[in-house]
């Protein structure tokens, strides 16, 4: 979860871009959080009626109660989550690594994430922020001759600051900030920290780790003795390994997040439906009105209680608030609620006899976002599996790397098997290889043509 403050001011070095993107990343991650940290934001997400305003008194206690009547739908995350399971429905298609890297597969990250793993952490802040990064780093444990870069994730709120001329990147600096525990005190404290990944004059890839006061101090021209130049067998780099992955490429320029118009959605509705609540209750509790009464005392009110005057004069009723309004408040929460679902990517079939192609042309429109995603960390993946090939002194081109762009359940049943069998018994020019290629691809089998006739074989 992203720390407000880190967004709101925190830093002076970070890059116009970013300034300008945080308050969307913000409303992003809250928006994830779910209906606990959207009601703990308050009036940045539902603002005070005029009549909780005006009320010195009681207004906070009331706007508490509005608050706490209303429902955060949340299509925002289950929509993130089943994106995800799509995207992740299969491995990746193609996934080739010399035998120097073929450790990366299962120790991708520093903290042991592998490679899938990392894939899925990417994928998820490509949707939730549209943006992150990864660094390629020397494994500072490891210092033999078999090893091998490892990569470190960052969310787009920890990228602060970048310069890149043409096509080679400058420098990046990085938030690495985070709580610390403190043996003396026995408590852990937060300890501000940054990592300034650039080139030397030489052209030389290196590292500096700094507080925000001494970055302000940093002179780029002159030589730190603090600065780490990385190595594996003793090479360096001759560029920035940092890779960008945004929704749709890899560039430094930030983009907005995918699902940013769903999160607005989401949000209307919350306000929505702390209106509509709340002229629900306000329907509901009649306002007892007395004439006649002395006021000495707070009448009696409930079941057992009853009110009693001498004075000829008095009466008593009580006062309703009309329910106009509330239709109306229903249909508009109703088409948000619609539109929610309409930009949600539910995957769902239509109905029972929606062919697997029909489902793939309704759907031609939400598909496009995931194979977006999936070709855009794709990309990033190829492109920093062949930097640490390079850095180990391997071909580059030996890495091959092709992300699922498989998204789509099969929806054939055996009685389509059949009546494609029978059809081809008929004089349907189909081969037996045709047939089985169309299986395979519909998850039938994962073996080949060939492979099916031997098990065929042996079986008899």
């Avoid at 007892?288 to 009448?299: A, I, Q, S, V």
Wanted: some cysteine; charged content about 25%.
């Amino acid at each position: 979860m992203i720390e407000h403050s880190m967004t709101t001011g925190r830093y002076q070095c970070v890059n116009p871009q970013y300034s300008f993107a945080a308050e969307d990343w913000v409303l992003c991650d809250d928006c994830f959080a779910g209906e606990r940290e959207i009601k703990r934001r308050g009036e940045v997400y539902l603002p005070r009626t005029e009549g909780q305003m005006a009320d010195p008194k009681y207004g906070s206690k009331r706007y508490e109660a509005y608050k706490y009547r209303a429902n955060f739908f949340n299509y925002f995350a289950s929509t993130i989550n089943a994106v995800l399971g799509i995207l992740h429905r299969e491995p990746p298609q193609r996934l080739e690594l010399p035998p120097r890297l073929h450790v990366m597969q299962r120790n991708f990250s520093a903290s042991g994430d592998s490679l899938e793993e990392m894939l899925h952490l990417v994928n998820f802040h490509q949707l939730v922020y549209g943006r992150c990064g990864m660094l390629l780093d020397a494994p500072f444990w490891d210092d033999s001759p078999n090893a091998v870069p490892v990569a470190a994730l960052y969310p787009a709120h920890r990228i602060l600051d970048w310069e890149q001329n043409g096509n080679v990147l400058s420098f990046v600096l990085l938030d690495e900030s985070g709580d610390q525990f403190n043996p003396e005190l026995k408590c852990r404290e937060h300890v501000q920290r940054l990592r300034l990944c650039a080139l030397d004059r030489n052209g030389e890839y290196y590292s500096i780790q700094l507080t925000p006061q001494e970055y302000s101090r940093f002179d780029f021209s002159a030589e730190m003795p603090d600065s780490v130049y990385p190595e594996i067998r003793g090479k360096r780099l001759g560029k920035v390994p940092f890779i960008f992955v945004n929704t749709s490429d890899t560039t430094p320029m930030i983009q907005a997040p995918p699902l940013l118009p769903l999160a607005n959605i989401c949000l209307a509705i919350y306000r929505g439906e702390a209106d509509y609540r709340h002229a629900l209750y306000m329907q509901a509790q009649s306002t007892l009105f007395l004439k006649g009464f002395p006021l000495d005392d707070p009448p009696m009110m409930g079941a057992g209680n009853y009110i009693h005057t001498e004075s000829p004069d008095a009466a008593g009723s009580f006062l309703e608030i009309s329910g106009a309004g509330l239709s109306e408040m229903r249909e508009s929460l109703a088409e948000l609620h619609k539109t929610a679902v309409s930009m949600g990517m539910s995957l769902a079939e239509n109905g029972d006899s929606e062919s697997g192609e029909a489902l793939k042309t309704r759907l031609s429109v939400k598909l496009a976002l995931l194979e977006n995603l999936a070709n855009t960390s794709g990309a990033a993946f190829r492109k920093i599996l062949r930097l640490a090939a390079e850095w180990c002194s391997v071909d580059p081109d030996t890495v091959l790397f092709e992300p699922n762009l498989d998204f789509t359940e099969s929806s054939v049943s055996a009685s389509d098997v059949s009546y494609l069998w029978n059809a081809k018994k008929e004089g349907l020019p189909l081969s037996e290889r045709s047939i089985h290629e169309w299986l395979r691809k519909n998850d039938y089998t994962g073996l080949s043509y060939e492979e099916e006739l031997e098990e065929e074989k042996q079986g008899n």
